[in-house]
């Protein structure tokens, strides 16, 4: 919702401001909304490679500190919102709490995801899996269809 490029950036610098490194940025990419309210507009998405000095539950509250600070109001799931910060994967850690699933259990299924993630780590091996991004991002469906936008950072 609102100007989402704005949101994104203000998201990024707010991580930094909370002990957040980042170590790489991908661009952002525009994708159709999916699940959720039918008229949402497109989606943007990024992924950062960070470095933190905390544990993952204290980087899911720092996440969720710097989404109330864009003014995300939950809603709906899936519903419009101004800014959603998720945390795909914590080094070699599986995380199975119920606030917080790591590795992110739909990233695997989701192109918005991939993409951006491939970008900046295509040879990465999550834990669990037996193949990289970039080898599991071939598999998934073209559509919806993922367009990048441009570099914001």
């Known amino acids: 919702m609102g100007d989402r490029l704005e949101f994104l950036r203000r998201g990024r610098a707010e991580l930094g401001n909370l002990g957040v490194r980042v170590q790489a ?3 952002v990419y525009c994708t159709e909304p999916v699940g959720g309210p039918q008229e949402q507009q497109d989606y943007y998405n ?3 490679q960070i ?3 905390c544990s993952a539950p204290e980087l ?5 500190a710097v989404e109330q600070a864009s003014g995300r ?3 709906e799931r899936w519903g419009p919102r101004t800014l959603d910060v998720d945390i795909l994967l914590f080094g070699t850690q599986h995380i199975a709490t119920k606030a917080l699933q790591v590795p992110h259990p739909r990233m ?3 192109r918005f995801v991939l ?7 295509p040879f990465l091996v999550p834990p669990g899996c037996t193949e990289d991004i970039a080898a599991t991002l071939q598999r998934l469906p073209e ?5 990048k936008v441009l570099r914001i950072w």
């Not at 993409?115 to 780590?121: N, V």
């Open 73 to 75: 109001v939950r809603r």
């Open 108 to 110: 695997f299924e989701r």
């Open 60 to 64: 899911l509250q720092i996440c969720q």
């Open 46 to 48: 990024a992924v950062l």
């Open 143 to 147: 559509t919806p269809k993922v367009g």
């Open 115 to 121: 993409e951006p993630l491939a970008q900046i780590a």
């Open 25 to 27: 940025s991908s661009a």
């Open 51 to 53: 470095e933190v000095d």
